[in-house]
């Protein structure tokens, strides 16, 4: 079972990215999915999650309208889209998943971790 998490990049504030988690190994429709992201010297935090079915989103106080969180059970994947990146937005973002929850929004509830993409955010 993996997630691979790609789309992240150098980007100037303001701008946008997009990332991706394509999960092998196993359907994941079954799995609420996450992002998690750890900026440098501080510990991994919540940024968003999405259920099965995509039923139910939640975010972090800091997304404030900015990123959204979806999936495509077809493509076994989960995406994150991200507008108007601030420089605090750099960090290492990783992608989960669970069978367990509706949502996933502790970092201890995570069965399965993607490898992390990195985002930089320039000012």
């Known amino acids: 079972v993996q997630l691979q998490a790609s789309g992240g990049g150098l980007v100037q504030a303001g701008g946008s990215l997009r990332l991706s988690c394509a999960a092998s190994g196993r359907t994941f429709s079954s799995d609420a999915m996450s992002w998690f992201r750890q900026a440098p010297g501080k510990e991994r935090e919540f940024v968003a999650t999405?259920?099965?079915?995509?039923?139910?989103?939640n975010y972090a106080d800091f997304v404030e309208g900015r990123f959204t969180i979806s999936r495509n059970d077809a493509k076994n994947s989960v995406y994150l889209q991200m507008n108007g990146l601030k420089p605090e937005d750099t960090a290492v973002y990783y992608c989960?998943?669970?069978?367990?929850?509706?949502?996933?929004?502790?970092?201890?509830?995570?069965?399965?971790w993607g490898q992390g993409t990195l985002v930089t955010v320039s000012s």
């Open positions: 999405i259920s099965r079915s995509s039923r139910y989103t």
């Open positions: 989960a998943a669970d069978t367990r929850y509706q949502t996933l929004i502790n970092v201890d509830d995570i069965s399965y």
